[in-house]
């Protein structure tokens, strides 16, 4: 069964450009997750899906970034304008709905910011 | 809300021994409580579970993981560890109450197997 798939693996940009990073959750899943990881901060979640419809954004750190998810096999996270503070690996998971429902990890873009 | 702490921040043990990787939680009631592991360029992988019945559960790769309600501990263990176990890992909570699939994770442990 394929997992969860994030494009790209890598970026590298210069800050002031737009970024985009996508995921396709595993066929099924209900809810999908955002999440970010650094080395100062750990693993954060910015945003969280259910049935395609956001529940909580409390974790975006600002306006500059944005997430859709227009359909069940879709989803975005976009940075507008990028600052070198964004550099860090964006990962996106998925589950089904019900708590006691594991995450599905994809393998995460790698995000640098010159 | 919950939280979950990992006092160890980095573990260093021979290969072939024993491991007991710490995990306690702060909740009113029993959450969801889950391990992963995360290797280097990778990914977090779900190692195992809990939410209800036999407070030791198994998970992959030989690991399990015991719910211990008086001490609000989850801690993994495995009884021989392999220099492949060298990771990540991190201890995870949800919220049965209503919090949906959210998720509150640990800091992580760091794994490192000594040959």
């Known amino acids: 069964d394929a997992g969860v798939i994030q494009s790209p693996r890598h970026e590298v940009t210069e800050m002031g450009q737009e970024v985009t990073l996508r995921c396709k959750p595993i066929s099924g899943h209900n809810s999908l997750f955002w999440y970010r990881q650094t080395m100062m901060r750990g693993l954060e979640l910015l945003i969280y899906f259910n049935n395609n419809v956001p529940i909580d954004d409390s974790g975006m750190p600002e306006d500059r970034f944005s997430a859709k998810m227009p359909n069940a096999s879709f989803s975005t996270l976009k940075i507008q304008p990028s600052e070198p503070r964004d550099s860090a690996v964006y990962f996106c998971?998925?589950?089904?709905?019900?708590?006691?429902?594991?995450?599905?990890f994809g393998d995460g873009t790698r995000l640098s910011i010159l | 809300a919950q939280s979950v702490t990992q006092p160890d921040i980095h573990i260093t043990v021979s290969e072939g021994a024993s491991l007991e990787l710490r995990c306690n939680y702060s909740y009113g009631a029993t959450p969801y409580l889950f391990w992963y592991v995360q290797s280097p360029g990778q990914g977090l992988q779900l190692l195992l579970k809990?939410?209800?019945?036999?407070?030791l559960v198994q998970g992959i790769k030989g690991f399990e993981a015991e719910f211990k309600r008086s001490q609000s501990s989850f801690n993994l263990r495995k009884p021989s560890v392999h220099w492949s176990d060298a990771a990540e890992y991190f201890c995870?909570?949800?919220?049965?109450?209503?919090?949906?699939?959210?998720?509150?994770f640990g800091t992580g442990t760091q794994l490192k197997v000594e040959l």
């Open positions: 998971a998925s589950s089904r709905t019900g708590g006691h429902q594991p995450q599905h």
């Open positions: 809990y939410f209800s019945g036999d407070t």
């Open positions: 995870a909570v949800g919220d049965p109450r209503g919090g949906g699939n959210k998720l509150t």
